[in-house]
């Protein structure tokens, strides 16, 4: 069967669902977090030379920028064909094949495709501070900028980590030139960047929207992150937890010509955005209630951005609700067990590397309108997803609550 004959066949039988693979992403540097339901002993899977598993991917159609060794597909959501096979194909081919039947005509117009995907981030000690590229640095490279948004969903925080608070941007009273002197001292020991910075704890069950061009240091919680389909970014500080990372990674993302370009790396960030006095009003995120009755519950954690949304639907226990979306999604499954439509989805216990599992799902647009059957199966627990969409939901807050 040719794969568009299959994918066809997978997208008819799934009723206009796909179930998709585990994608878990390893990263060279840091301590991984150990929260992701991984086995204890795959967390090296992908050998020592690649560094441990930090990351799972979801509805992801581009592959992680992850250096030499990784293979073409590292970061690639495949859909499962069938729990009886290891038949699979990318989600990145079905939006090829079948275009607006996927993820609707507006996305396709637009976009040409899927523009965003999702990752639970997991690393023991907090991230060195970075920023993601804005569009027009990211263009020069033959890239795309990244915004991103954060969740701290509670049911994968058992621990918090080595350090329980993000660092934003800088303080306001920052002056360019301290961040540039910091920039030159790059090889000359720990520029210690972090000191023109401010922190903030970070709060179970709320979460962040961070712009490109805005400067962070992520904190050590296990974080849900809806972003756009990037993976670029420029390193500004050095030394985290006694790791110390070379200068490649400040200037992997600038044109050749630029690399020694202080006043060109500088401004790498949106300067304005980074001093904003305040931070925390314009870009804290906590959870908005969309509906809340007896029988389910959900909640903006990811909107007022133009890029991507996000929701938390909590379906209570021995309940069934029917669900409508104005747009396509991704989702995982957090927390319970129950079905979604026809298929089981339940949230995992401890998943093997390369394992099939049930708790993640990509919704089609038109599916996602007509709406999904959702059945928590248990007396006692409730069934908890976390849903990521593009930048076409008709109905995500457009502002934040003040």
Not at 5 to 13: F, G, Q
Not at 32 to 44: F, I, N, Q, S, V
Not at 124 to 149: D, I, Q, R, T, Y
Not at 349 to 362: A, P
């Amino acid at each position: 069967m040719g794969n568009k004959a299959l994918i066809e066949k997978t997208l008819v039988s799934g009723g206009g669902i796909f179930r998709l693979n585990p994608v878990f992403v390893p990263r060279p540097f840091g301590k991984a977090g150990c929260r992701l339901k991984l086995h204890p002993d795959d967390y090296y899977a992908y050998g020592l030379e690649r560094g441990s598993i930090k990351e799972r991917w979801f509805s992801s159609t581009i592959t992680a920028q992850n250096g030499p060794l990784a293979a073409p597909d590292e970061g690639m959501s495949y859909v499962a064909v069938s729990y009886d096979s290891h038949e699979k194909f990318t989600l990145k081919e079905a939006v090829n094949e079948l275009g607006a039947r996927i993820v609707g005509g507006d996305l396709m117009d637009k976009y040409g495709g899927w523009p965003m995907y999702s990752k639970f981030f997991d690393f023991f000690n907090p991230l060195f501070h970075h920023v993601h590229l804005m569009f027009e640095h990211a263009a020069k490279v033959g890239k795309l900028g990244k915004p991103e948004s954060y969740y701290f969903p509670p049911q994968y925080n058992n621990h918090s980590g080595e350090f329980n608070a993000t660092y934003f941007g800088f303080s306001p009273e920052t002056k360019p030139e301290d961040v540039k002197q910091r920039l030159r001292d790059y090889n000359k020991g720990d520029n210690r960047i972090t000191e023109l910075s401010r922190a903030y704890r970070a709060q179970i069950g709320t979460g962040w929207y961070t712009p490109a061009g805005v400067i962070h240091a992520p904190a050590s919680l296990l974080t849900y992150e809806p972003q756009w389909n990037s993976d670029v970014n420029s390193v500004q500080e050095n030394v985290v937890s006694g790791e110390i990372y070379n200068r490649e990674f400040l200037v992997a993302e600038c044109p050749l010509d630029k690399k020694d370009d202080i006043d060109y790396i500088f401004n790498l960030l949106e300067w304005e955005k980074n001093i904003d006095p305040d931070y925390k009003r314009h870009y804290f995120r906590p959870p908005v209630t969309h509906t809340s009755d007896r029988v389910h519950q959900e909640k903006w954690v990811s909107y007022a951005n133009d890029y991507f949304s996000a929701k938390e639907l909590t379906v209570f226990p021995s309940q069934t609700v029917i669900v409508k979306d104005g747009a396509a999604y991704g989702l995982i499954c957090t927390q319970g067990h129950g079905f979604l439509e026809k298929f089981v989805i339940e949230a995992p216990v401890l998943l093997r590397f390369g394992q099939q599992s049930s708790d993640e799902f990509f919704v089609t647009e038109d599916t996602a309108r007509r709406g999904v059957t959702l059945s928590n199966k248990s007396p006692v627990e409730p069934l908890v997803i976390l849903k990521h969409f593009g930048p076409n939901h008709p109905d995500v807050p457009k502002k934040v609550p003040q």
